[in-house]
């Protein structure tokens, strides 16, 4: 397989967190609610805040979008493939919902049969998105529209579902996945149980940006192994700053490359 397959491919990695920092902090209703969604999934010995610190994060309901980061392939004059990344951050989760549309739209104005492409997006990022989406009272776009669609009409590139070559009984992880196949992986800094912590403790965003930016770059690579393509060589990954600029991904602020 060639470049072309790749130039409608973007790629996409989401950051989420429990929307209150501490379980006892969550209105009364929301407090009861929460024990009777967590009532058959936790082992027993574990307390509604320790379940809620755990697992709050990762359920649409109870948690909150604070990154988004894209990513597509392209190439340079002298025909190497280049990855350019875009991450959407910040507290206000409804304007970050809002700027990702507005991305995609562009986005599929450049390459009307666009892919979206990730690890785990079929069942974590997407429906993530929408359900985020919906809660924010804002419009699907046309292309997460996938309610009455067939499984292989959901024209999604997802890594884990690629690994799994129909074998649904396990879970590969992004960072077992990119190790097994000799790719420097984004987990030399923090990992995603970290996440909530460095948000709404450390209230470093940019730290988090920086580790969901590396899973974008991590995704790309491993495409290529797929694909057969020579990987991305030191260099030839660059980030958008939110002020129009380009830099190489290893100057982006608290990047620091995996040795």
Not at 14 to 36: D, G, H, R
Not at 49 to 73: P, V
Not at 76 to 94: V, W
Request: hydrophobic share 40%; net charge negative.
């Amino acid at each position: 397989m060639d470049f072309q397959s790749l130039r409608h491919l973007l790629l996409l990695d989401i950051e989420t967190v429990p929307q209150y920092p501490e379980y006892e902090q969550l209105p009364e209703l929301w407090k009861a609610l929460w024990c009777t969604k967590i009532s058959k999934a936790m082992p027993e010995n574990f307390s509604p805040d320790e379940a809620y610190l755990q697992k709050a994060g990762i359920m649409a309901e109870f948690g909150k979008i604070i990154c988004i980061s894209t990513g597509f392939f392209y190439e340079d004059k002298e025909k190497g493939i280049c990855l350019k990344m875009k991450s959407l951050y910040g507290d206000d989760e409804r304007l970050l919902l809002e700027e990702f549309i507005q991305l995609t739209e562009k986005f599929l104005k450049s390459f009307p049969g666009m892919q979206l492409g990730g690890h785990n997006i079929k069942e974590f990022d997407v429906p993530y998105l929408c359900r985020r989406m919906i809660i924010n009272g804002l419009k699907l776009p046309d292309f997460l529209q996938v309610q009455n669609k067939k499984p292989w009409e959901v024209n999604w590139i997802d890594t884990l579902h690629w690994w799994r070559f129909g074998d649904f009984k396990n879970y590969t992880s992004l960072h077992l996945l990119a190790t097994t196949l000799g790719i420097p992986t984004s987990k030399d800094d923090i990992d995603g149980s970290e996440v909530q912590h460095v948000y709404h403790r450390e209230k470093n965003l940019l730290r988090i940006v920086n580790y969901c930016q590396k899973d974008v770059a991590v995704v790309a690579q491993v495409i290529l192994r797929f694909k057969n393509l020579p990987l991305l060589p030191p260099g030839n990954t660059f980030v958008a700053l939110p002020d129009g600029n380009t830099i190489e991904a290893e100057n982006f602020p608290t990047w620091q490359p995996t040795k």
